[in-house]
C-alpha cells in the first residue's frame, strides 16, 4: 500500500524544481543579508539545497522528524539536527516551514508559531495553507489563519499555476513572512 522509496522522491528533480520553491526564496530574499537559515520540517532537504545555490554563505540548518526523509539529504553544508539536539540549535536569521504546519493541530499550533519566534532573529517565512475562516481541517491537513496567529505577518497568495498538481494548494498555499527584528 505505502510506497517505501517516498523519501526518495524528496529530491527528485521534479522536487527540487517545484514551481513554489521559487515563491519560498523570493520571500528569503526581503531579507538580505542572511546569514543563517533553519528550516523545520525540511523533508529530504529541497529548500535547503535550493537556498544554498543561490546563497553559498550562508549557514543552513534543517530538522525533520522523519529519519528516512532526513537521510536522503545529500548536500555538503547541511546541518542537519536530531530531536534530541534541536532545543541546543542557537538563534538563526530566518526560520522557514514549506508544508510543515499543514500538520500542527489548532491546539499546538500557537506553541508551534511562538517556538518559531524564539528561533529567529530576522524573520519567519512559511510556506503553508491559509484562510481567514481557519483554523480548521481540509482532506485530513491543517488550514490555519495566520493573520491572527502573527499579527503584523504579510501574507501572500500563491498564484494557481504554481500548483499545476494540487488543487488544495491552489486554494490554501500561501507565502507568511514575518519580521521578529
Known amino acids: ?32 543579508p542572511i546569514g543563517s ?17 543561490i546563497y553559498p554563505e550562508v549557514s543552513l540548518c534543517g530538522y525533520d522528524t522523519s529519519d528516512a526523509a ?9 546541518l542537519i539536527q536530531s530531536f534530541e539536539n534541536i532545543a541546543m540549535y542557537p538563534k538563526c536569521g530566518i526560520v522557514l516551514t514549506d508544508a510543515t504546519a499543514i500538520y500542527v493541530s489548532g491546539s499546538n499550533i500557537k ?8 528561533y529567529a532573529n530576522k524573520a519567519i ?10 483554523p480548521f ?3 485530513g491537513h491543517w488550514v490555519h489563519n495566520y493573520k491572527e496567529l502573527l499579527p ?7 498564484p494557481p499555476e504554481a500548483w499545476p498538481e494540487s ?11 514575518y519580521e521578529t527584528s
Open 1 to 32: 500500500m505505502w510506497d517505501r522509496d517516498w523519501s526518495e522522491s524528496y529530491k527528485s528533480e521534479d522536487s527540487l524544481n517545484h514551481p513554489h520553491r521559487g515563491w519560498i526564496l523570493g520571500a528569503i530574499s526581503i531579507f538580505e
Open 37 to 53: 537559515i533553519f528550516e523545520v520540517g525540511c523533508g529530504g532537504g529541497a529548500n535547503l539545497i535550493r537556498i544554498s545555490e
Open 70 to 78: 532526513m537521510k536522503t539529504i545529500q548536500h555538503v553544508g547541511v
Open 111 to 118: 506553541s508551534f508559531i511562538e517556538m518559531l519566534k524564539h
Open 125 to 134: 517565512v512559511m510556506c503553508e495553507w491559509h484562510s481567514e475562516e481557519g
Open 137 to 139: 481541517i481540509h482532506e
Open 152 to 158: 503584523g505577518c504579510k501574507v501572500e497568495k500563491i
Open 167 to 177: 488543487k488544495n494548494w491552489k486554494e490554501f498555499g500561501h507565502i507568511i513572512t
